[in-house]
């Protein structure tokens, strides 16, 4: 795609996670943008895990070396990423900006050692079958389908902001899509039933 590079496992992108807990109280999107490596990537489809400052809060993680965190321009905090539970999503720009700035942000790419240590420890919950997965596309294509029109806490636009958000024009491209294949369905079944008269 032009404009955005080619996903693969270790790249560091800025996404707006959604946590399995944020979800059960209702969310569609996360409440904040963060740091997120990609585990996973299926044509255009991608896994990814996030990173966090409160590595009590789950059952596993990785910790991130300091060395490291400069050159993805962490905080000087110590940081973790989750390897526990994950989002997958397609890999558009549609998905990735963000909601402060309307850009992607893609701020490199992890050590190839640390990748796969992530990756290792990401499949040994999957085998177990105790990995969390939040698939946010089925999401916003169910919330759509239900004709909802906003969350039970939405956030407010940052200064600068439309009253539209990147979630909203996500949510209404759902709709439109729903309608148009709705709309041909009911033709073609139309045109069946002219054939058989």
């Keep these: 795609m032009a404009g955005l ?3 693969k496992p270790g790249v560091v992108v800025n996404y707006p996670y959604l946590w399995q807990s944020e979800h059960k109280e209702g969310h569609i999107e996360g409440k904040k943008e963060r740091h997120c490596v990609v585990i996973g ?4 489809d991608v896994r990814v895990v996030p990173i966090t400052h409160e ?3 789950h059952t596993a993680v990785v910790n991130v070396p300091q060395n490291i965190k400069k050159g993805l321009e962490l905080d000087n905090e110590r940081s973790w990423i989750v390897t526990n539970e994950t989002n997958r999503f397609k890999w558009t720009e549609k998905n990735l900006k963000s909601y402060k700035t309307g850009e992607v942000k893609i701020y490199g790419e992890l050590p190839a050692e640390l ?5 290792k420890s990401a499949r040994q919950y999957s085998i177990g079958r105790n990995i969390k997965r939040m698939d946010r596309d089925e999401i916003l294509k169910k919330y759509a389908e239900e004709g909802r029109s906003s969350e039970p806490s939405p956030r407010k636009p ?3 902001q439309g009253k539209e958000s990147n979630k909203g024009q996500r949510i209404d491209d759902i ?4 309608k148009k294949q709705s ?4 033709l073609s079944l139309s045109k069946g039933k002219g ?3």
């Design 115 to 119: 990748t796969e240590k992530v990756r």
């Design 5 to 7: 590079q080619d996903p």
């Design 41 to 44: 990537v299926k044509d255009n």
């Design 158 to 160: 940052t200064e600068g």
């Design 183 to 186: 709309s041909s369905n009911t």
């Design 195 to 197: 054939r058989k008269q």
């Design 175 to 178: 709709k439109a899509r729903l």
């Design 55 to 57: 590595p009590q809060k």
